[in-house]
């Protein structure tokens, strides 16, 4: 099992910058591909960003440059630098993890950044991002 906890979250103007944290305990593994999530009301989970176990990410296109993903495996901590907030990217966000046995399941969990590919999730943190 394992555990994630998010942190980080909160309220920012349009343009603003916040930081996410994710702290993962129980059985970590570091063959594990990790990956932000978000749900906006009324709409589906999707797909932020996703890490491998050594540093490769993948990002949707509507975060790409201006949100980052990086694990520190000293800590089990993930997280999520998000740059340039926009009003669009309110949501919650949600912290998610699954083993990747394989360089090639890991590549394929990066580029398909698919919530039901995810085995172990958060309880999310809120994000406002007011105009």
């Known amino acids: 099992q394992v555990q994630l906890v998010e942190s980080g979250g909160g309220s920012a103007q349009s343009g603003g910058s916040l930081r996410l944290s994710c702290a993962a305990s129980?059985?970590?593994?570091?063959?594990?591909?990790m990956g932000w999530f978000r749900q906006a009301p009324g709409k589906e989970r999707v797909g932020v960003a996703v890490?491998?176990?050594?540093?490769?990410?993948n990002y949707a296109d509507s975060v790409k440059g201006r949100f980052t993903i990086s694990q520190d495996n000293a800590k089990n901590t993930l997280y999520l630098q998000m740059n340039s907030l926009k009003p669009e990217d309110t949501a919650m966000y949600y912290c998610?993890?699954?083993?990747?046995?394989?360089?090639?399941?890991?590549?394929?969990?990066?580029?398909?950044?698919?919530?039901?590919?995810?085995?172990?999730w958060g309880q999310g943190t809120q994000v406002t991002v007011s105009s």
């Open positions: 129980g059985d970590i593994h570091i063959r594990n591909c």
């Open positions: 998610a993890a699954a083993l990747c046995p394989t360089y090639n399941s890991m590549m394929t969990m990066l580029r398909r950044m698919k919530e039901a590919d995810f085995g172990y």
């Open positions: 890490i491998g176990s050594g540093g490769s990410a």
